[in-house]
């Protein structure tokens, strides 16, 4: 978390022009990207409280420093398979929207990465239909396709699934 904390601090201080650093993580074998700026925290979570009648990509909530956060399953919410080995080892990225903290619970968090905005593509014709709701466009990184997901339609969840 340091590190996140140092980039965005860098990056408020004196941003690249044209560039953009992500927050990379992984959920099954896809990789996404979220701007660092929306990013709090990256946490692995002890325990996580159902909620009562939360829509299913709501698994439940966890107390961050005092402060309740909701959090989203991705799996349920980008539409893939449960796995039962990835969730003991499960980690959280934590973000904003508005005045309120959702920890989007993901297979594995990886590096913060700039990537020049120039080499942002529009979302492919042939990527899932959900995903392309969630999605702000994607980059062609060395053997991987990175979505770069909208944290506010991430967190629409009124008339999803």
């Known amino acids: ?5 140092q980039r965005q601090n860098n990056a408020a201080s ?10 990379t993580f992984t959920v099954g074998d896809n990789l996404f990207g979220v701007p660092v700026l929306r990013v709090q925290d990256t946490l692995v979570p002890d325990s996580i409280a159902p909620v009562p009648l939360a829509p299913p990509e709501v698994r439940g909530s966890i107390n961050l420093r005092g402060r309740i956060v909701t959090v989203i399953d991705m799996r349920r ?15 959280g ?8 903290l959702y920890t989007l619970l993901v297979d594995s968090v990886g590096d913060v990465i700039t990537l020049p905005a120039h080499l942002r593509e529009a979302n492919p014709n042939t990527l899932d239909p959900l995903w392309r709701e969630l ?3 994607t980059y062609r990184l060395e053997g991987h396709l990175m979505v770069v997901l909208e944290i506010e339609s991430l967190l629409d969840l009124g008339t999803k699934n």
């Not at 978390?1 to 904390?5: I, K, S």
């Not at 919410?77 to 980690?91: I, W």
């Open 135 to 137: 999605a702000g466009g």
């Open 77 to 91: 919410r980008l539409g893939l398979k449960q796995s039962d080995e990835a969730v003991n080892k499960q980690m």
């Open 14 to 23: 004196g941003p690249n022009e044209g560039f953009t650093e992500f927050v």
């Open 93 to 100: 990225v934590t973000v904003e929207s508005g005045s309120e």
């Open 1 to 5: 978390m340091q590190q996140v904390a």
